[in-house]
């Protein structure tokens, strides 16, 4: 016991010091992260409002297959990925393997499915009313389209804050596409998993506090953010 | 002529909700569209509105065929606007919900801040501009959705039941703002009711609505029975409350019949009143609606009646007073 509270307090100390170190691996965690994020919610929310409104064959299906995906293993979508952008793979030639790129391309495939099963989800409970009155008083498609995402607003930040959430505590796609590169793919996951192996238990400590408190930063932003237009 | 409406059909899960083939409405006029609940009201208002296309027939709007097949309807939409029963706001401020149609219209913000302020005041809600919306009462919530909806600068507002979930005092808002608006500005007013007073009391023209179709009768005194033949050839209709009424119908078993409430006569005394379908009954409302009076009887069921008023002050009436009715054949419909 004595062990776990002097590792906690030798890496409250290591945060309040701002170790170059430290700070590094979290900016590329950060960086790496929130790309992803950025890019998934750029597709998966237009993509799940339109399977939401839309009418088309086998729809059920897609619906089921990304709710399957939500479950998808990060090491599958690591070999996946892998498989493509190795030197033998059809992407080969760009050369993105052990690069932030192939951390990003794996981030992105991991949550697209949840980005866009929540924006669905938070579509569907939409009353049906507030396209009627888009459309009554004049409003072109894209127009009733943008209102209808403002109503679904706080179900559609809840689907960025449980894929921003996903890809930060990751580690497997980070791990096996990044190749935990220090100063270049070295993420807070990675650089804890590796410290555990060392046995360097402080920094690894240090660095899953540092990884809770960044998320907490994002949720209370994205609270503020929420609060701000809840009018 | 501002709407056509030829052999137009609306089918639902195989279930004909509308069947009208011929309705014409004019331009300029408040015109109610008066029906029990599952006439068919919404669903006409929808598709007046253009949301919704008919499974079969036509709609003319201003001489032109309207073709909801093509979806380029938006031309249309910004000439009508409907103010559904249940409104609903967008979850922001009212001032934002009114200045939605004009922001969306490319309005400049001086404009829109002259406009939410002239329309929130002509709905009585100018002192809750920055209110937020889904805060507002169910009258409130619908005198702003009627802000809103003149904000497009429409030529026809639909109202789909305007009052119906509002208390009297919004009510009455509703009403003045709905003539308003037909008389200052010029608008054609088409409404939903279920309450022939109410259409009568606002509407130039009333047209009844009855399972999807256009009424030939004016529907009120809508009752079900059971018509039965007897020994004498004679028909009758046995209402569910136990009250006979001699009828003129090839139909026989469960029916639905209406009395016109124009066509009952009305009496003090038993002696003025014909034998057939002559019952005696209690005077339990009179309503004044411009040149008649509408008196509610109650004969085991309330059957209203229909006085012009010359007559009415001849009969002398006074509430709870006995009187007789007398409901000739041509007045009832059997359907």
């Not at chain 1, 090491?75 to 793979?89: K, M």
């Not at chain 1, 794996?106 to 569907?124: E, K, R």
């Amino acid at each position: 016991m004595d062990f776990l509270i002097d590792s906690f307090l030798s890496a409250m100390l290591l945060i309040g010091s701002l170790d170059p170190g430290l700070l590094e691996i979290i900016g590329v965690s950060l960086k790496v992260s929130c790309t992803s994020t950025l890019i998934a919610s750029v597709i998966g929310v237009p993509g799940g409002f339109i399977i939401a409104f839309s009418e088309f064959p086998m729809k059920r299906l897609l619906i089921t297959i990304l709710n399957t995906l939500l479950a998808l293993p990060t090491v599958v979508v690591g070999l996946f990925v892998y498989a493509f952008i190795s030197r033998r793979g059809i992407f080969g030639v760009f050369d993105l393997l052990y690069t932030p790129k192939a951390m990003i391309i794996g981030q992105v495939i991991l949550i697209i499915p949840i980005v866009a099963t929540f924006t669905i989800s938070a579509v569907s409970r939409i009353d049906d009313r507030y396209r009627k009155t888009a459309l009554t008083v004049g409003a072109n498609l894209f127009q009733t389209a943008w209102m209808l995402v403002r109503e679904a607003r706080f179900g559609i930040a809840a689907a960025i804050i449980a894929a921003f959430g996903r890809v930060i505590a990751e580690v497997g796609i980070s791990m096996m596409l990044g190749g935990n590169v220090r100063g270049f793919t070295r993420t807070m996951t990675t650089a804890m998993a590796l410290e555990y192996d060392k046995g360097q238990f402080v920094l690894s400590v240090a660095l899953g506090i540092a990884l809770l408190g960044v998320s907490f930063a994002v949720n209370l932003f994205f609270n503020y953010f929420q609060g701000k237009v809840r009018v | 002529m501002l709407y056509e409406l030829r052999n137009l059909k609306k089918i639902y899960d195989g279930r004909t909700v509308l069947d009208l083939e011929q309705l014409s409405l004019d331009r300029g006029k408040i015109t109610s569209l008066l029906g029990p609940n599952g006439a068919g009201k919404t669903t006409l208002l929808e598709i007046m509105a253009f949301l919704s296309g008919p499974s079969s027939g036509e709609v003319w709007f201003e001489q032109e065929k309207v073709n909801f097949t093509t979806g380029k309807l938006m031309h249309l939409r910004r000439k009508v606007v409907l103010v559904e029963q249940q409104s609903i706001l967008f979850t922001t401020r009212v001032w934002k919900n009114v200045a939605f149609p004009l922001r969306i219209r490319g309005a400049s913000k001086a404009k829109r801040e002259r406009i939410v302020e002239e329309l929130l005041d002509l709905v009585g809600m100018g002192a809750f501009g920055h209110a937020r919306a889904h805060k507002l009462s169910g009258g409130e919530t619908q005198r702003v959705a009627i802000a809103r909806a003149l904000a497009c600068f429409p030529e026809v507002v639909l109202l789909d039941e305007p009052t119906a979930n509002v208390d009297v005092e919004n009510q009455i808002a509703i009403e003045r703002i709905m003539q308003e608006i037909n008389q200052k500005k010029g608008i054609s007013v088409i409404f939903t009711t279920h309450n022939m007073i109410q259409a009568s009391r606002l509407a130039d023209e009333t047209v009844f609505l009855y399972e999807g179709k256009v009424a030939r009768s004016i529907y009120e005194n809508i009752f079900s029975g059971h018509i039965e033949t007897e020994r004498n050839g004679c028909k009758q209709c046995i209402l569910q409350y136990g009250l006979k009424l001699g009828v003129d119908s090839p139909k026989s078993g469960p029916v639905r019949i209406s009395i016109d409430p124009s066509a009952v006569k009305i009496s003090q005394s038993r002696a003025n009143a014909s034998a057939e379908n002559t019952f005696k009954g209690k005077l339990i409302q009179l309503t004044d609606e411009q040149s008649r009076v509408r008196a509610l009887v109650d004969v085991g069921i309330p059957l209203s009646v229909l006085i012009p008023k010359e007559v009415f002050g001849d009969l002398g009436l006074e509430m709870g007073a006995e009187v007789w009715l007398t409901c000739p054949v041509e007045s009832i419909e059997v359907f």
